[in-house]
């Protein structure tokens, strides 16, 4: 569904284009409910990136007296790499003729690079389309006598869009009519009605993927009361992938391999994991409680050279995920794989539903593997009538039993990278001055900024980096061994929460002021946090029970924790931190609240004195904030929650996690390693936990939840399983690993010994 984002203050001409944007777009599901209009810029701005984080597909339309600097700003908040497009020039040296000096010609044709153009007849104020974020971007202008050859154009790209969509079989529902959904003979209504009824009884949602089995739930949204309300539909699409037959995947495979880093290994997505990717996608993209996702059929030739036909149904949370494989040797049975995939879905989701609705937190050892086996039943036919036989009764009866998920809801509060819904808004200073605070930097004197920022320094993702292949529940090695060799791949340094110190610098060198980073980073949505001004500031400070003076204790805490090397602005950032963590904690801090004892440099001292001149700290409604830091991140932030898990985890909401902290991931120690044998893992975990490790070491460690900051099966782990005791990722890495391990957001392999 598209949307059209616009400003409220428009001639009438502008409000008769938008009236012809709607009549062009309305079979691509542009209608009055998908327009909003804003107040300023900055609200617009922030709801449009928003928006693209959740994967939608944007189109901001303004007028010409605004249409470059709007275009410019926009660029520019999104880190889109700018070009200038010649064949917009020539259109403009064509049908301008001398009046070319009037013609802000850098303006007109700057567009992102690789974008699609959207061309006027005579050049000016053309549009453009692009992949930003997780969505799709269309500018255009509000201009009636040029907006005909504008949409032409984006009806034309939508279309195309539609066709490569069609030809991997991953279309949009909207664009199928019904009669054209081919529905199975096994009647799926009573599983459909099932879970809509659980959901709606208990005000949740889920999304689904697209695809066959998807589509024939689809087909019921008319018949089954609120169906619309419970049950939403998201296209994801692999492409490089799903267009390749098995050979080229498998070629494709064997060349990565030639090129990894030494010693390290890049996986394979396994088709379990690629579901479970794909419904962790929805759910985010759409904001719903639960993520779905049924896979085609699949077919694979066992050892014994019999052959398997088999599909996933992948059901997510916010905190698990589970893939259950449906699979059978009976090809007669092949047209039940799907139907009985979408039982088998509605089963999961009414479970998972029920447990997080009563909140149990129950953890089943026994069904801890990444995927669950059920085999498809065997089906008759008689006179064109489909009857059950007893394979399907007992079939049945196996799905009931293996539908039953009873994880541990221990970070269900957890917000993922995707789940910030939106940006930061205004960060009061004082309660009337007003800093803009965006998700990317603004200039405050003038808003529409004519420069734009090296997107190459976000193009370094988590997704391109190498880790194991981890599942989303447990690691365990495939040969049994009484001695080994465990390796952590651990990402950021630190416990994840509050402000990361490396992408607070990197913020910094991007335009960022002090308190554009201070409102990232410790982002309220309920627009509770704020700089206040004018604190006096007391004339000593406790640490580890020595008074020192505020001055000298907070340049120190500087030094120590950043140092005069970062840059001026995170330095400020970090310095107003320092001092909010100091006075919420009653100005007596201990030895591990912050690091101490360097000797300040003038630059340290010269920030702590102007921080100190303003009197600033940062508060929380009517409350001094909580205000942690850390080195680095994984490339967003988690939760208080999932560190601490307890006191004051639930009520900050401004460390909810999932702020985005893109510099992190150009650290040269964004990623490490650490190795430990089996006998020395074992003799720690004795002597600093006092739990006997015996048995195969294969089984001593389980990750059980985590946030999957890094992908959907790595992440900062909010519980892990040690030797049958159950504890937090951050008190395994100090408690248990002595800080061994620089982040809780880690994986693990196990390798036994030859």
Not at 204 to 216: D, I, Q, S
Not at 439 to 463: C, H, I, R
């Amino acid at each position: 569904m598209i949307r059209l984002y616009t400003l409220k203050d428009i001639s009438a001409f502008s409000s008769d284009s938008i009236y012809k944007i709607c009549l062009a777009l309305d079979r691509f599901g542009m209608s009055e409910e998908t327009i909003e209009d804003f107040e300023s810029y900055d609200e617009m701005f922030d709801e449009v990136m928003s928006s693209l984080e959740k994967g939608r597909h944007v189109i901001v339309a303004a007028e010409h007296t605004d249409f470059i600097r709007t275009k410019r700003e926009l660029m520019t908040r999104l880190i889109l790499e700018s070009s200038v497009s010649p064949e917009i020039a020539d259109f403009i040296t064509l049908n301008a003729g001398d009046d070319l000096s009037e013609i802000d010609m850098d303006g007109h044709c700057l567009v992102p690079e690789g974008s699609v153009l959207h061309l006027t007849s005579d050049g000016l104020f053309s549009g453009f389309t692009c992949d930003t974020l997780s969505g799709r971007l269309t500018f255009i202008p509000l201009d009636f006598m040029r907006l005909d050859e504008v949409l032409a154009s984006v009806v034309k790209n939508e279309e195309e869009v539609l066709s490569l969509m069609k030809l991997q079989g991953n279309a949009p529902f909207a664009d199928f009519a019904a009669d054209e959904i081919q529905m199975p003979d096994y009647d799926i209504v009573p599983s459909v009605e099932k879970l809509v009824s659980s959901l709606q009884r208990l005000d949740k949602k889920v999304a689904l993927t697209t695809g066959e089995a998807a589509m024939w739930i689809y087909n019921l949204y008319d018949k089954i009361d609120g169906f619309t309300d419970t049950i939403g539909f998201v296209e994801i699409t692999d492409p490089e992938e799903e267009t390749k037959d098995e050979e080229q995947q498998e070629a494709d495979f064997e060349e990565s391999l030639q090129n990894k880093e030494e010693g390290e290994e890049i996986p394979k997505e396994s088709e379990s994991m690629r579901v479970i990717r794909h419904a962790r996608e929805a759910m985010y993209n759409t904001e719903c409680d639960f993520g779905a996702s049924i896979s085609p059929v699949y077919s694979t030739e066992n050892e014994n050279g019999q052959t398997s036909y088999y599909a996933y149904v992948a059901v997510v949370d916010r905190s698990t995920a589970k893939a259950k494989k449906i699979n059978t040797l009976n090809p007669d049975d092949i047209p039940l794989i799907l139907p009985h995939a979408v039982t088998v879905l509605s089963d999961v989701v009414c479970k998972k539903a029920e447990v997080i609705n009563t909140a149990i937190a129950k953890i089943d050892y026994s069904d801890e593997a990444e995927e669950d086996k059920t085999e498809a039943p065997a089906a008759a036919v008689k006179d064109g009538v489909f009857t059950l036989t007893k394979g399907m009764l007992i079939f049945a009866a196996v799905v009931l039993v293996f539908a039953i998920v009873s994880p541990m809801i221990m970070t269900y509060l957890m917000l993922k990278p995707q789940t910030t819904t939106t940006n930061p808004t205004d960060f009061p200073v004082n309660n009337t001055a007003y800093y803009q605070s965006t998700t990317e930097p603004t200039t405050t004197a003038n808003p529409f900024v004519n420069t734009t920022k090296d997107p190459a320094q976000l193009n370094n993702g988590v997704t391109e980096q190498v880790a194991p292949e981890v599942s989303a529940v447990t690691t365990t090695a495939a040969v049994k061994s009484e001695k080994g060799v465990f390796t952590f791949y651990v990402f950021g340094y630190g416990h994840g929460v509050g402000m990361s110190q490396v992408g607070a610098n990197y913020l910094a060198t991007q335009g960022w002021d002090a308190w554009q980073i201070l409102a990232h980073y410790y982002y309220d949505a309920g627009e509770n946090t704020r700089i206040v001004s004018g604190d006096a500031y007391p004339a000593k400070i406790k640490y580890a029970g020595t008074e020192y003076n505020t001055r000298d204790f907070i340049a120190s805490a500087l030094e120590s924790e950043m140092g005069g090397s970062y840059q001026v602005e995170a330095l400020k950032a970090q310095a107003v931190a320092i001092y909010t963590f100091a006075k919420y904690n009653g100005f007596n801090l201990g030895a591990d609240a912050t690091a101490f004892g360097k000797t300040p440099s003038q630059t340290v001292y010269s920030v702590v004195d102007d921080v100190m001149a303003g009197g600033y700290y940062i508060a929380n409604g009517s409350d001094v904030a909580v205000t942690p830091f850390h080195a680095m991140s994984a490339g967003v932030t988690t939760s208080y929650y999932n560190v601490w898990g307890k006191g004051i985890g639930a009520s900050v909401p401004y460390l909810s996690g999932g702020r985005k902290s893109y510099g992190d991931y150009l650290d040269p120690n964004f990623k490490s390693t650490y190795t430990i044998t089996s006998d020395d893992l074992k003799q720690l975990v004795k002597e600093n936990a006092k739990i006997d490790l015996a048995g195969d070491p294969s089984t001593w460690l389980g990750i059980i939840t985590h946030d999957s900051a890094v992908r959907d099966d790595i992440g900062y782990v909010s519980s892990i399983n040690v030797g049958g005791t159950i504890m937090t990722g951050n008190d395994f890495r100090i408690k248990v690993m002595g800080g061994r391990i620089r982040s809780h957001c880690f994986a693990f392999t196990y390798t036994p010994n030859a």
